[in-house]
């Protein structure tokens, strides 16, 4: 390959190209952020994936960061239920990160053809997340974007996290959601906080987890809607269904572990993930007498006092002036 040609085209890799000790075998998948290959390792001698920055992103700043801090915390974590960072390097001004193979299939897939899942099995599975998820926040490491589509699932059944370009650390900048629909795909894990523009921290990760549980026992993710906007506000106003009510095979304890998980007052949530582990473990510990304060009302502030709704309503007011002020200045050229 020319150098000119791997510039120009960064996402355009061809099977048996070499990028340092790398041989291209394959193009795997394409993202918002990123090309997937699979490769070869010529001093290993094993498979690895190679991920590479569209050739959008090398231009907008934002993006790269997203790209350049995946790199940073793929290289410095090492747990069984984090995809493993095996080199980062650049091939002609083009960054690129090398992690390990794992043959398995996404989340997302098991939940498609699984759910709603038997509970023993779910949680089962939510634990080993969330162990992996305790080692990233004990390394101050948090996710920020976790869903079913981030997380694969081993031919062994081990699960592994990835996608950490979204993630807070000690030294990252603030990456702003500059595309919520391209870049986010759906807000279906959000916490309200994220919804709300705050950076969020260990509980915004207990958040999604507990969405994920919820979603792989019920087989949906207790907020939908027609569009992004009506799902976010569902989860800003309201409170997730009672998992015992959807589903009766759901144990009431099971079913407030996963209601203090999806509180939307951080500080309502489990102190850390491995408070949450624990209750996960034992849920007959869990005080059932959260869902019904949820079903007579809940404890949150009123829909109306929100941060969430009163941006709205300024975004709205603001559209709405800019709107007349077009009419208006439409009318005057006639």
Known sequence: ?????????????????????????????????????????????KDVVIKVPDQSMIGDPAQFERFQREMEVARQLDHPAILRGLFAGQYN???????EMINGISLRKVV??????????????????ADGMAYCHDHDVVHRDLKPENI?????????????????????????????SATMG???????E?????????????????????????????????????VMAQRLTGDAPRLDKK?????????????????????????DMRAFIAALEHPETADITLLERLQIGGSSLPWWRSTA??????????????????VVLQSLHH
């Open 1 to 45: 390959m020319s150098a000119s040609y791997a510039i120009i085209n960064p996402d355009m890799f061809q099977v048996g190209d070499q990028i340092d000790r790398f041989q291209i075998q394959n193009h795997m998948a394409q993202g918002g952020m990123s090309n997937i290959y699979r490769a070869f390792d010529l001093v290993s001698k």
């Open 93 to 99: 001004r083009i960054p690129y990160l090398v992690t």
């Open 112 to 129: 498609e053809t699984s759910a709603p899942m038997a509970p023993e099995k779910a949680v089962e599975l939510i634990i080993k997340i």
């Open 152 to 180: 694969l699932i081993s031919d062994e059944g081990q699960p592994v996290i990835m996608d950490f370009g979204l993630a807070l650390t000690k030294s990252a900048h603030r990456v702003t959601y500059s595309n919520l």
């Open 186 to 192: 759906t807000p279906d894990y959000m916490a309200p």
């Open 194 to 230: 994220q919804v709300e523009g705050q950076r969020g921290d260990a509980r915004t990760d207990i958040y999604a987890l507990g969405i994920i549980l919820y979603e792989m026992l019920i087989g949906q993710p207790p907020f939908t809607g027609d569009n992004n906007m009506a």
């Open 247 to 271: 589903r009766s095979e759901v144990d009431p304890h099971l079913a407030a572990v996963v209601a203090r998980a999806l509180q939307r007052d951080p500080k309502e949530r489990y102190a």
């Open 309 to 326: 709704f009163r941006s709205v309503m300024i975004a709205v007011v603001v559209m709405a002036a800019l709107v007349i002020l077009a």
